[in-house]
């Protein structure tokens, strides 16, 4: 009987995480986003303003300074599409 318990709460533990999975960005997570975002543009912009156009990463693959602003802009454009218009895209219409 024990056993069973635990696979009901599992499977309810499931369930409670796809419909949070499925509720979208909360605003925490969106102002944590638009952060990491002006980090990355700031390190790029930063970098480009000191001269350096490209630096070896660790693996030994180039990494620009415009791409980094560019992958930062990014970020921060997509954290700043309202839920709204995201739900709106993605719904079904039934017609």
Do not use: C, Y
């Amino acid at each position: 009987m024990e056993a069973v318990d635990h696979v009901w709460s599992l499977v309810e533990l499931v369930g409670l995480l796809e419909t949070k999975a499925h509720t979208g960005m909360n605003w925490k997570s969106r102002i944590k986003a638009i952060g990491i975002g002006a980090i990355i543009a700031a390190v790029g912009f930063l970098r480009m303003r000191g001269g350096t156009q490209v630096v070896i990463h660790w693996t030994g693959q180039p990494m620009f300074s415009f791409g980094l602003i560019a992958a930062g802009l990014v970020v921060i454009a997509s954290a700043t599409i309202p839920q709204r218009l995201i739900d709106k895209l993605t719904t079904d219409k039934k017609r």
